[in-house]
């Protein structure tokens, strides 16, 4: 039997394996994850902790595991996201104004998890309705990188970022936009997929921009992203965008040979990164190449022209999307004199600033008259992005470039130049518009903090992005994961906000 | 670029707070100047060469696959009701829409 605070240190892989041999039971490892959220509550990670759940998810399990019966994930507590719906758990989407809704009904994603037998520790802190790459955003306060506190973890899966590389969870649920599974996972030191456009079922995760929406898995190897993404990868009549399309084994893709693959190099200019991230990237294609790659340069769109497009279409969804929390069905309600009157004074109070912006900018776009001149502009843009892609990914079976242009920032108030947090998505944001997977892995230390390498590749081949994966993550060594420091000590940042 | 924040909000139905309205003026403003710059990316001729054209009448047709509208849900009265602030007799309440 392990020490109970060491069994925080084991991955999901290791901890399953653990479980089904009997070495320690789902309530030790569910009560050491318990433990660890109480001692790292300063880092903000979630918005809501479920323990009594999950200490009667974790005695279920047992009983499952005595038999030797239960799911692919029995027993293993995740932390969720909290734009997914649970059912009977307060879901806030890190908004004031969801700051009381209980959900009905359960997104099929963790549905699905929990058929399998995951065991939920809680819901994890997010920007607000996931817009944002920082987690500066959230009702709820900022949440603190566990590499150090003073810095964000990226958004806007930000919470679940966090609660896995502090111990706080032994895999997360996360949803990506525009590069908001794969950033915090680079800003963490861990992995995090975002699947094809398709690959996921989005029923139940409250929506940002529909056309770009995507559920993702994220952890502390590849490995255990598969097992995650295993569970998390099947047809869902509930999304009218699910695809019908068979679902390979992924672990069986681990530890596959990687020799005659292509990898394709795109170019940028040299003054797009930080020559410690350049250096990285050199290392890392050299890697591959050692492994048996054969490594081309591939023509890409411009990034800086996928940005603009995104930063139309994605606001142009978000203010539509956003349109449905008037206060009257659910969401916390001012009163008003008029209708109209109401719904100003919830949405006011209810939303926060970047939000607003979102929503503002998104209908400026959308205006008749302009919207020719903006949305349809930007779907043009978005059709030759995939183009160029597609052609591309038929030369090549992935693409490596890093994940994010630096480290993770500084946490900073809301009020600053929102275009210096956009620029922060440049690398992530091409791969969403091209419906495309990609993966980030840890890759590297700078300044001492982590940075991640992402792979894309070609829709709904999630298992060679995987395999190949497996291969990079093999070729870096970090600094191990604050997965026992004492966090008892930070507190919680304060930004000025109306705190929910 | 001018942009009327008060006639943008009022659309998006949502209250601003006068300081609100100093800071998000600037923003959507700095946010709109940036994405003209799509002006040159037609320029350069990125999304004429084979993108299909794309009227303002026919992008909001949705193209999409749809599902079967057949209700899934097994969702109750009360299940409906239970997250809203003001409920009369099993309804919504909400403030008078008609003249007395």
């Not at chain 1, 569910?30 to 509550?41: G, K």
């Not at chain 1, 759940?53 to 038999?67: N, R």
């Not at chain 1, 998890?113 to 607000?128: H, I, P, R, S, Y």
């Not at chain 2, 670029?1 to 100093?22: G, N």
């Amino acid at each position: 039997m392990n020490p109970k605070n060491d069994l925080v240190k084991l991955d999901l892989w290791e901890a399953r394996e653990g479980l089904r041999k009997k070495h320690f039971s789902s309530q030790e490892l569910t009560q050491a994850y318990l433990d660890r959220m109480t001692n790292a509550a300063g880092l903000n990670a979630y918005i809501t902790p479920c323990p009594q759940q999950a200490i009667h998810q974790a005695k279920a399990s047992d009983q499952k595991l005595k038999a030797n019966q239960g799911g692919s994930l029995e027993g293993i507590p995740l932390g969720v996201k909290d734009n997914f719906c649970t059912q009977g758990i307060r879901t806030t989407a890190a908004s004031r104004l969801l700051s009381n809704f209980v959900p009905h009904y359960e997104s099929t994603i963790t549905q699905r998890m929990k058929e399998d037998g995951a065991v939920f520790l809680g819901k994890t802190n997010l920007d607000e309705f996931a817009c944002g790459g920082s987690n500066i955003h959230s009702a709820f306060g900022p949440v603190s990188n566990p590499w150090d506190p003073k810095r964000v973890p990226g958004g806007s899966s930000g919470g679940s970022a966090a609660a896995l590389a502090s111990g706080q969870a032994l895999g997360a649920l996360g949803s990506d936009t525009g590069g908001s599974v794969r950033q915090p996972a680079a800003f963490c030191g861990l992995v995090g997929l975002r699947p094809t456009y398709g690959r996921c079922s989005r029923f139940g995760i409250m929506s940002m921009a529909c056309s770009l929406d995507q559920p993702g898995p994220m952890g502390r190897t590849v490995r255990d992203v598969a097992l995650l993404f295993q569970s998390m990868a099947f047809h869902d009549p509930k999304d009218s965008q699910s695809r019908q399309i068979e679902t390979p084994l992924y672990e069986s893709y681990l530890g596959k040979s990687i020799r005659g693959m292509k990898i394709g190099i795109p170019h940028f200019k040299e003054e797009d990164f930080d020559p410690a991230i350049t250096s990285m990237w050199l290392e890392k294609k050299n890697f591959l190449q050692e492994q048996g790659c054969e490594v081309v340069p591939v023509n890409l769109p411009n990034m800086q022209d996928a940005l603009t497009c995104y930063y139309i279409l994605m606001p142009a969804e978000v203010s539509s999307n956003m349109a449905r929390y008037d206060g009257i069905r659910y969401g916390q309600r001012e009163e008003g004199e008029t209708l109209d009157d109401l719904y100003e004074k919830t949405r006011g109070k209810g939303f926060g600033l970047e939000v607003k912006r979102r929503i503002l900018t998104g209908n400026y776009v959308l205006f008749k008259g302009y919207a020719g001149g903006y949305y349809a502009k930007a779907l043009k843009i978005r059709h030759r992005i995939r183009e160029h892609f597609k052609e591309a990914l038929n030369l090549v079976d992935a693409m490596l470039w890093p994940t994010t242009p630096g480290i993770a920032p500084l946490i900073h108030g809301e009020e600053v130049d929102p275009l210096r947090e956009y620029y922060g998505d440049i690398f992530t944001i091409a791969a969403s518009l091209a419906s495309v997977p990609g993966i980030s892995v840890p890759s590297g230390i700078v300044d001492g903090l982590p940075l991640g390498m992402q792979l894309t590749g070609r829709p709904f081949q999630e298992e060679r992005l995987l395999q190949l994966a497996h291969v990079l993550e093999q070729s870096t060594t970090l600094p191990p994961l604050p997965l026992q420091e004492d966090f008892s000590g930070v507190q919680p940042v304060k930004l000025p906000r109306p705190s929910a | 670029m001018v942009i009327h924040i008060e006639k943008l909000a009022k659309l998006s139905k949502i209250h601003l707070e006068a300081h609100e309205k100093e800071v998000l003026t600037k923003d959507v403003s700095t946010i709109l100047t940036w994405v003209e710059n799509l002006k040159d990316i037609s320029g350069r001729k990125m999304c004429e060469e084979t993108a299909p054209e794309v009227t303002e009448e026919d992008m909001f047709r949705s193209v999409e696959p749809t599902r079967e509208d057949t209700p899934f849900l097994k969702e109750t009265r009360q299940d409906i009701l239970a997250n809203s602030s003001a409920v009369e007799e099993g309804m919504f309440q909400v403030p008078l829409v008609l003249e007395k």
